[in-house]
């Protein structure tokens, strides 16, 4: 290797000879080496021309720069050197979504006009007041919600059973149910009303576009109503002419009464519409952390499966893919990365952290890590009401260790050695 060569890569950088010094001998010759090797064309895939500590003249940015959004996302800022190609976007923030600000509390969706490669999936983040109601209304779409924060109260009626009634109150923690076409409510209780996460199986949905009550009646002529009910036309004099969507309202009666009340004739189905993790031990935990999944088996009226998934600081959720479906992340609590292979030799990495979504194409593998020093909490959600995965390890660890090898150059004592059933939280 000539001086000459090495000149005009590093020349520019400020303090040349201190760097140069601060990088060992080998690194330094690889990374010097490289252009030359490569001649005029493109670099290799998967090749990064690049130093560890990010000196070389290549790596300067002298442009503007967002340093808050630069200090939330280094993997973008400095990828590893695995990652390469295109891989699509797979991260938007709810602090980006529009807020519509309504008298009964807020809301604010990401959906595949967000994050184009959410397809499958859309979610909703929803605050409601103490008395503040989310209009009775109704979707194509299934309805799964995880309650954020506070309490409230929720009312349906299950068209599979005869109509009868469904009012039940939640709390952080609890999750529901709403098939397709059911109709429903929910209604912020005190002290605090009550803030929820609702995930969609359709990347198209938009929750300023449901079917409401109110909009229903008054684009239905007053004499149908009065026909349909047999009571007088005056009896709708006063539907609203504007849509009520997220209205404040006084608290609900107690929760029996409006039960019972509601009820009346069918009978209600308590229970049917809501899941409460809290009653159930974590599916899986290791040292890394814990899982807990709530699919049909535990929760028969569900069309989508989730997983909420707990990794301890310096854990991981392990290498794995989903080959039923997408997957649809909500980050909860505290920070994580997230690599997608996407075969061809493509693969990107993301940070995420509280109030983030990420998005997973079917079958494509991925991990995440927690990279930060509290405990990251995140939600897995799927358009499909069983939940599946295939662990890396799972994998290599019942193939022949022998044709691994022949792969990966491992040796055979590694592979023999990976642990039969699968972690989902690393280390075990
Ligand atoms: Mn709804
Ligand atoms: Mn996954």
Avoid: C
């Avoid at 909703?124 to 109260?153: C, D, N, S």
């Avoid at 036309?233 to 409006?258: A, G, H, M, W």
């Avoid at 022949?406 to 004592?413: A, K, V």
Wanted: without cysteine; glycine residues 8%.
């Amino acid at each position: 290797m000539s001086t000459e060569r090495e000149k005009p890569i590093d020349a520019g950088a400020a303090t040349t000879r201190r760097h140069f010094l601060s990088v060992s001998g080998a690194a330094l010759a690889a990374v010097v080496a490289a252009p030359a090797m490569e001649s005029q064309t493109a670099r290799p895939a998967g090749k990064q021309i690049t130093s560890p500590d990010h000196h070389l003249q290549n790596e300067t940015q002298p442009g503007p720069t967002n340093p808050a959004i630069e200090g939330e996302n280094p993997n973008s800022v400095w990828a590893p050197l695995s990652d390469n190609g295109s891989v699509q976007p797979f991260k938007y923030s709810f602090s980006l979504s529009h807020k519509e600000i309504d008298s009964g509390g807020w809301t604010r969706q990401v959906t595949v006009r967000d994050l184009p490669v959410s397809k499958t999936m859309a979610g909703v983040e929803m605050y409601l007041t103490p008395g503040g109601i989310r209009e009775l209304h109704w979707h194509v779409q299934a309805e799964w919600a995880f309650v954020i924060h506070g309490k409230g109260r929720i009312t349906a009626v299950d068209p599979t059973d005869g109509g009868k009634s469904f009012v039940n109150d939640v709390s952080a923690g609890d999750l529901w149910l709403f098939p397709g076409g059911t109709p429903h409510s929910i209604q912020g209780l005190g002290p605090e009303g009550v803030m929820f996460l609702l995930v969609f199986n359709d990347g198209a949905f938009n929750e300023f576009d449901t079917f409401l009550l109110s909009d229903y009646f008054h684009h239905t002529p007053k004499e149908v109503l009065a026909k349909n009910f047999s009571v007088p036309e005056s009896t709708f004099d006063k539907v609203p002419t504007e849509k009520l969507y997220i209205f404040q309202s006084e608290l609900p009666r107690p929760l029996e009464e409006e039960q019972k009340q509601a009820g009346e004739g069918t009978g209600d189905i308590d229970g049917k519409f809501v899941f409460r993790p809290a009653a159930m031990k974590p599916t899986k935990e290791t040292v890394g952390g814990s899982v807990k999944i709530v699919d049909r088996k535990l929760f028969p009226a569900t069309d989508i499966a989730a997983a909420i998934v707990t990794v301890k600081p310096g854990g991981m959720r392990e290498m794995h893919w989903h080959p039923l479906s997408d997957e649809w992340q909500y980050y909860v609590s505290g920070k994580g990365r997230m690599t997608i292979f996407d075969a061809a030799s493509a693969a990107r990495t993301e940070d995420f952290q509280a109030g983030d979504v990420g998005y997973v194409q079917i079958s494509r593998p991925h991990y995440v890590e927690n990279t930060g020093t509290e405990d990251l909490v995140f939600l897995e959600v799927f358009p499909n009401p069983v939940y599946q995965d295939i662990s890396t390890a799972e994998w290599l660890g019942h193939t022949p260790a022998r044709l691994v090898d022949e792969h990966i150059h491992t040796g055979e004592e590694f592979l023999k050695n990976i642990a039969k059933k699968e972690a989902i939280v690393v280390p075990l």
